[in-house]
């Protein structure tokens, strides 16, 4: 049983990060430009978590002809930088907006406002950008973007609902900044990490335009639960004042594309794991919800499986809503979850929940696995199970238990993969 267990988890782990290995970002920026007349020029705008990726592809397709290039990127960008005389690499706050991403927003004002010979502006977008970048309007501050984060976790707001509360008041997003787009015309390719409403809200519709009524904005703010009334006040005027913006807001010829999504990573994930022996179900690429509502659900599929050796995969985003001091993320939180669930299927079974960009917010952690003995070996070592579930404690005792998995920056951002293997029953 132990061999069939070690085996499982091997597989597993694979599983869940072999997809890396299949993908090149170049060969999907290519056909992008097929098209293009060769004697056009590019500036080029790279924000998110793998904006440096994403810009060393468009550099390969596209070389001489980037005539200027912005990268917006995160302080745990990994690995050495390419030096080209015309870029400028600037570092943002994440996940909490602070004064290094108010810092990006200006810069990214003042390099789209400043005059270029180039044909086109090409904006590389991908998850991360909202923190990493933003300009608040008026009189909304930094600190106040980090309390409307903070209570959107303690509201269990999803990704879309938080991207158009900051979409509301930025002079950015929601097709702001398209407004200082000075080319005769513009694209963006986006990597898409948002599974409820795809790329229109990745970087909170950085480069689509979005023009919320005051009703609509109204149950935004509601939907976020904020008691400080002068927190509400700013918000609103910072709401009118963006409105006013886009009121008078006149656009190049702008394109939105598709560069990669979710589905890329299920289905090189399922892929492997058929390829492995395995009988595959998938539950899909919009995995989304409460983590408990969704451990329930992936639960009930488990318990329908049949005799044989059986891969359950999907990607997605959960929700936690997070409450006390605890340390964790959403990966490790589902993982912990699961522990409690295997071992009611009568057999042999791994779960394993990763970030598909490496960080599972916390740094050096891309996930966790667990395993059918999960919950037992925790009270053998005094972790009290369902404490660690309540106060969202997760990460101390997965590292206690070994379960936690190594992350780096992998230069994707296609939300999080998570994969159960089931052993066939009786081995």
């Known amino acids: 049983m132990r061999s069939m267990d070690r085996s499982l988890r091997s597989d597993a782990i694979e599983i869940s990060r072999g997809w890396l290995d299949e993908v090149d970002l170049a060969s999907l920026i290519g056909p992008h430009f097929d098209n293009a007349d060769r004697s056009r020029l590019f500036d080029v705008v790279a924000i998110g978590k793998a904006a440096r990726q994403m810009s060393n592809g468009v550099r390969d397709v596209l070389g001489d002809r980037v005539q200027r290039e912005l990268l917006v990127v995160s302080g745990d960008e990994q690995g050495p930088a390419r030096s080209y005389a015309n870029r400028r690499e600037v570092v943002g706050d994440h996940p909490v907006p602070a004064e290094a991403s108010l810092a990006a927003g200006q810069y990214l004002a003042s390099f789209l406002d400043a005059p270029t010979t180039s044909n086109e502006t090409v904006f590389l977008v991908s998850g991360g950008a909202s923190s990493l970048c933003a300009l608040p309007a008026p009189p909304l501050t930094m600190s106040d973007l980090a309390q409307v984060w903070v209570a959107s976790l303690k509201a269990g707001l999803d990704i879309t609902q938080l991207n158009r509360l900051r979409a509301s008041t930025s002079l950015i997003s929601g097709g702001c900044v398209l407004g200082r787009v000075r080319t005769a015309s513009s694209r963006a390719l986006i990597m898409v990490d948002n599974v409820i409403s795809g790329p229109r809200w990745v970087a909170s519709g950085l480069t689509y335009d979005y023009r919320p009524s005051a009703e609509q904005w109204g149950q935004l703010v509601g939907s976020l639960g904020v008691q400080d009334p002068e927190l509400v006040k700013r918000l609103g005027l910072a709401f009118e004042c963006r409105s006013r913006v886009m009121e008078g807001l006149v656009t190049a010829s702008h394109t939105n594309e598709v560069l990669a999504e979710p589905g890329l990573m299920l289905g090189l994930a399922a892929l492997d794991a058929r390829q492995r022996g395995y009988d595959v179900i998938s539950l899909g690429a919009s995995v989304h ?31 936690v809503r997070v409450g006390g001091a605890g340390r964790g993320g959403r990966c490790q939180e589902f993982a912990w979850r699961m522990a409690a669930e295997l071992p009611q299927l009568g057999r042999e079974a791994v779960f394993v929940a990763r970030s598909s960009d490496g960080r599972d917010f916390i740094e050096g952690v891309a996930g966790a696995f667990v395993e059918t003995r ?54």
């Open 374 to 427: 999960t919950r037992s070996r925790a009270e053998e070592l005094g972790i009290d199970y369902e404490d660690v579930a309540q106060r969202h404690d997760t990460h101390g005792a997965l590292e206690a238990l070994d379960l936690l998995i190594d992350g780096s920056h992998t230069g994707w951002n296609l939300c999080d993969l998570y994969v159960a293997v089931l052993g066939a029953s009786g081995s």
């Open 289 to 319: 919800g409460d983590v408990e509502d969704v451990v329930g659900e992936w639960t009930r599929v488990l318990r329908t499986l049949g005799d044989g050796p059986h891969c359950l995969i999907g990607v997605g985003e959960v929700t």
